[in-house]
């Protein structure tokens, strides 16, 4: 079964509360719609190509928990979004 | 998304945001009342793609939210292909969509805290129902048990 790339842009650790909450609610979509999801998890500081995170057939999840480590990259992530027209959530 | 936005199609080429210091213009401000694990109720903008999803006027959501759109800049939330989608009971916005975009959505609070098993939060059905055809979807039924 083909699966639906979700990348999802937060800093807080694993064990965080938000963090859990915010996987927790793309299994919840997911379940409901009966998509399978790869959920990827990336840090603002470790995005090193945003072409690699914001693809046609993929989605964006910006995670609570400001501030960012990288603020720039975060930007340029939700500037390829809007402009390529891939969805794109930010929380 | 409001500060990206501010500098790309507002104008503002320095727009930045108060929890990374004073430089720039700050689009995003300490809230005069802070909104810190709190719960709100935001009303929907008739019409918006957020009113869709929660098929309803209202809904009661947690918020961990110290900042907010500057008060003197919340015209920029409806200008240049933004809407607002929502806003809280003093009238501040409080949701974002782009009305030329398939699905871009930012929300001051944080729907993944009332998404449950049995009620999935509307803001991450949207997002998954927005991918393009061809994806692994086996159906999708986006009459929704909204939380709040």
């Known amino acids: 079964m083909p699966t639906v790339v979700v990348n999802v842009l937060i800093d807080l650790t694993a064990e965080h509360p938000y963090h859990r909450a915010t996987l927790n609610a793309l299994q919840h979509a997911s379940s409901h719609l009966r998509i399978a999801t790869d959920v990827r998890v990336i840090r603002t500081d470790a995005i090193d190509d945003v072409d690699d995170i914001v693809r046609p057939g993929t989605a964006v999840v910006i995670g609570p928990g400001s501030p960012y480590r990288n603020q720039d990259a975060a930007h340029e992530v939700v500037r390829a979004a809007r402009e390529r027209g891939v969805p794109l959530v930010g929380t | ?148």
Not at chain 2, 6 to 16: E, F, P, Q
Request: glycine residues 10%; proline residues 7%.
């Open chain 2, 1 to 148: 998304m409001l500060v990206e936005h501010a500098r790309s199609l507002i104008g503002i080429t320095d727009a930045s945001h108060a929890e990374y210091g004073d430089e720039g213009t700050p689009v995003i401000t300490l809230l005069a009342c802070s909104l810190q694990d709190q719960t709100i109720t935001v009303e929907v903008t008739r019409g918006s793609r957020l009113a869709r999803l929660y098929g309803k006027e209202s809904a009661t959501e947690r918020t961990t939210c110290s900042y907010g759109l500057a008060p003197s800049l919340q015209h920029i939330a409806h200008e240049h292909g933004m809407r607002v989608a929502a806003v809280d009971e003093t009238g501040e916005v409080r949701a974002i969509e782009r009305v030329d975009h398939p699905f871009f959505v930012g929300t001051l609070y944080q729907p993944q805290l009332t998404s449950s098993p049995g009620a999935p939060h509307p803001v991450f059905v949207g997002l998954l129902s927005a991918l393009p055809p061809g994806s692994s979807r086996l159906s999708a039924d986006t009459q929704l048990g909204n939380p709040g």
